[in-house]
């Protein structure tokens, strides 16, 4: 295994030499926000490093400016190629092998100024996200919510195992981790209310959902689709997206036309992009499709989506943390090949920047595994039980959902980091 | 009737002095995207307006630039008070009253500089849209759709009457007049197949829908609401829209999240956009809540909706033009601002060149007033006929749907011009 000279890097840690994921930072000296990537506790300001003649050197071809600005959509559009050839000369860079790169490790002045740790550091979103889709990809979460609400023998609808059943979500509320998500006022009906007249207020039931997203590379031009044997070519990477939702106003607005409110008051993501090469080693099957063989268009490569390992941790407002769900990636039914595909299919354009969503990841067991709070409570009818007595159906204000996610042996982890959120009461202002 | 002394101004025409309307061009002379307002014919150039002395003279406080960008974002975000003043003042720079401001009519080289002919600008789109949301607010098109797929007596779903349901859409597909528009190829249940495994194929049913576009001056703090009586205020003005509809890849893809390829190939936008205060005068009561009296949040005062003649015109691939349906937007059944402080409710931020698309508008009666071909030929039953024993029930390659809309008194119209889009066959590129 090949390590890095970058002191105190934890075998544990999420930001290996392995991994090397893209971020936004500003930082005392910079506030301005630009690029970074992360390792260990570090982050190695590439704004800083590009300021240094060896930039030049090393990466002759890229516009000298791409990593200062204040998201990485510049760079992303240059395609993965690109992408994969920068991470390898930085992986070269900040590596101890005898064939490495030297120049960075030994360069003093330039090590002070590039590599920063990580907490004098803040993260913004990393994308501008021009459009953001949510599908519906995970199939134990559709399964266990269908059967809540329509009972056995009814939990798929007869298009889900056709199609990535997704919606259009709402870009402008997507927020790095760690931003404030206030419980939102919404209508919704009372269930013991048997007239059924909605009333407004705060949701009573706000819920997290465990989700991958997907940022995308380069665009599709209108009109034209992007085959699923393409569709890779066109991501940049990966993040933990958090989709919160209220599910009182969920069950009250969404037919016809789809979910709204219920989503469009927050959607968190962690603030660091995986690149899809570092997930390269982790491809596995998705889970088998009861329908058989899909239609052409979404017949890609089996080995579609990845195995990430995924934690969901629940911290009261009293400050008292438990980990209240562990589950997989490979849960996924629909991999972003053919979410790629489907969406472009009719001649949609997706453009860099666009996130999209992979839908509720849960695994098919108890409670424990389970990617959002409607499926671990059934529907709010059993309570999840947490330290000292205290339990949830949905979140209280004052919680923070913390998801983690990651892959690899220790010393070669490729993780996400962290996509926090807290909810705020409706009656307060920030 | 005030009067302008720009050359041959119809009496008929959608752009009287009382109009104003503004967008993005480019001309033989500038081939950069910048903002023009448009008087009968004609154009005022308002980038070349900016660099003579009269500009600053005129608009002390604008930033010189605020014309020479690509969209009108920037404009827009000046808020109300700047866009009446901005508007009052180019009114009388080519009124032709006693007491009007003489400088450009005066001014026979300015003139030739920045008044141009329409025919001899390209129209670009005129905002930078982050997010689309369509609403569904036009009640007779509600209760005949639920009708035609409900019957009689659950026409209209519980949640209909006590909110403004709307769905998010794709903002990366939202293109200017004239953008030709590809039959999307799709996945759908043909009707006579009993078993009902989906195909793949060009739609079958593809429809326009007739609607109202407003985009957002600017926007409001995630987390906080806008208020009803406020959200007039956040308006920077309106388009006529077309929300392109692929109907059997809809029945297909909708439940349970929503419509989304089947909308998603791309919705249409006049290029003129009427600005709010043109439209004050034309303020009427919609259509009358079923429910009674809806949820505080959403009463704003009454006359919220406007009374906007619609046209559709059909034009066959063989040149041949039919006026297939006239109806009015006063047929809505809520407004924008109720809109607007149902989006915002639960704290979803609203920005600068946000869109929201009204819904299909229909009159009460027969095919004639309808503003979709799914109701005119109920659900593709009864054709439509046009001149010549042509017939449709739904869209056929090389059709052109045309919206115009207008309101106001010969001389002072206030109109939007031309919403339109020809939709070329799935087995051709453009
Ligand atoms: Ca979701
Ligand atoms: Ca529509
Ligand atoms: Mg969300
Ligand atoms: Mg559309
Ligand atoms: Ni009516």
Known sequence: MVTTWVPN?????????????????????????????????????????????????????????????PTLNRFAALGRPTHRAVRATLQSLLSNAADADPRLRDDAALRAAALLPRASATSHLPMAVGDYTDFYAGYHHAFAVGALFRGPGAELQPN????????????????????????????????????????????????????????????????????????????????????????????????????????????????????ADALEPFRVKGVENPAGEVLEYLRGREDAVFDIGLEVDLTTPEGDTMTISKTTSKHLMWSFPQMIAHHTLGGCPLRTGDLLGSGTISGPGGPEERGCLLEMTQGGKKEILLYGMDARTYLKDGDTITIRGACGEPGARVGFGECRGRIYSAEQRK
Chains 1, 2 share one sequence.
């Not at 506030?31 to 970074?36: D, E, I, N, Q, R």
């Not at 030049?56 to 400016?65: I, K, T």
């Not at 989709?243 to 979910?259: H, I, K, N, T």
């Open 9 to 69: 890097v934890s075998p544990t840690s999420d930001f290996s030499l392995a991994n090397l994921p893209f971020g936004i930072i500003t930082t005392p000296s910079d506030p301005l926000p630009h690029a970074a990537v992360a390792i260990g506790t570090w982050v190695l300001d590439l704004k800083a490093l590009s300021a240094a003649p060896l930039f030049a050197a090393v990466f002759p071809s890229l516009p000298p400016q791409i990593f200062s600005h």
């Open 160 to 275: 889900y195992a056709r199609l990535p059943v997704g919606y259009h979500g709402r870009a402008s509320s997507v927020v790095v981790s760690g931003t404030l998500i206030r419980r939102p006022v919404g209508q919704f009906v009372l269930p013991d209310d048997p007239a059924g007249a909605p009333v407004v207020g705060p949701s009573r039931r706000v819920d997290f959902e465990v989700e991958l997203g997907c940022f995308m590379a380069r665009g599709n031009e209108m009109g034209v689709g992007v085959p699923v044997e393409e569709a890779e070519d066109f991501v940049f990477g990966y993040v933990l997206l958090n989709d919160w939702s209220a599910r009182d106003v969920q069950a009250w607005e969404y037919v016809p036309l789809g979910p709204f409110n219920s989503k469009n008051f927050g959607t968190t993501v962690s603030p660091w992009v995986v690149l």
